[in-house]
């Protein structure tokens, strides 16, 4: 079966300080891939995705960036955080077969930035 | 207008008692929906995808109504467990963008 990892769990980081989301997918081969955010009353905002190795799509213009060294692994980074990048930061995946249609998130990160 | 639309509630709703609520989206193209769970600071997970015509997933029961563009949740028999936030998902752009409303937050109360 198919699960997704995703760390760490929470963080509490300085402002100006860079990031490092991590994201695995074990059980699958070539996954569609996901960074969103969901901040404090809002919905979830896609951040990034990726269909491949190399090939990442960027929703939002912002301080963050995406990077699928590997597969199965989708990183999410930032030089120097903003008071803004504070929310719930939930990776996901879905089978390239279809598309969208149907995501399985990781457990998220909670990032709070200060 | 945003792309999914939902009212955040809270729905407060009495154990054994049913809750319904809708969501509306903006384009008229949009071609998937799905209604996913949400529990308190933890990730949304998929309750059911909404077909056209309807469908039941035990005490669950979703609509689409295309027309008016909008879909519905309906939850009879409320358990305390179904507590949550449901959203509403619409794919919106295409096959690798989903839109995701920011939720209709279920209180069932003993």
């Known amino acids: 079966s198919q699960t997704i990892h995703q760390w760490p769990a929470t963080l509490v980081q300085p402002v100006g300080s860079p990031l490092s989301l991590e994201c695995t997918v074990e059980g699958t081969s070539n996954p569609n891939l996901y960074w969103y955010r969901q901040a404090a009353g809002r919905g979830l905002q896609l951040l990034f995705y990726s269909v491949g190795i190399g090939q990442i799509s960027s929703e939002v213009p912002q301080n963050l960036s995406a990077s699928r060294p590997q597969d199965r692994q989708f990183i999410l980074s930032s030089k120097k955080l903003l008071l803004s990048d504070s929310g719930f930061y939930l990776c996901a995946w879905s089978s390239a077969a279809s598309g969208a249609n149907v995501l399985t998130f990781g457990a998220g990160s909670r990032l709070t930035v200060l | 207008r945003k792309e999914v639309e939902q009212d955040p509630g809270p729905f407060n709703v009495p154990e054994g008692a049913t809750v319904a609520f809708n969501c509306t989206y903006s384009?008229?193209?949009?071609?998937?929906f799905f209604w996913y769970r949400q529990d308190c600071r933890k990730e949304p997970k998929l309750l059911m995808s909404?077909?056209?015509s309807g469908n039941e997933d035990g005490r669950f029961t979703a609509q689409l109504n295309r027309a008016s563009q909008y879909i519905s949740l309906l939850i009879r028999d409320s358990k305390l467990s179904d507590s949550a936030t449901y959203l509403c998902?619409?794919?919106?752009?295409?096959?690798?963008?989903?839109?995701f409303g920011k939720g209709n937050q279920v209180v069932v109360i003993p």
């Open positions: 998902v619409v794919n919106h752009y295409g096959n690798n963008r989903l839109a």
């Open positions: 909404v077909y056209s």
């Open positions: 384009n008229s193209a949009s071609q998937s």
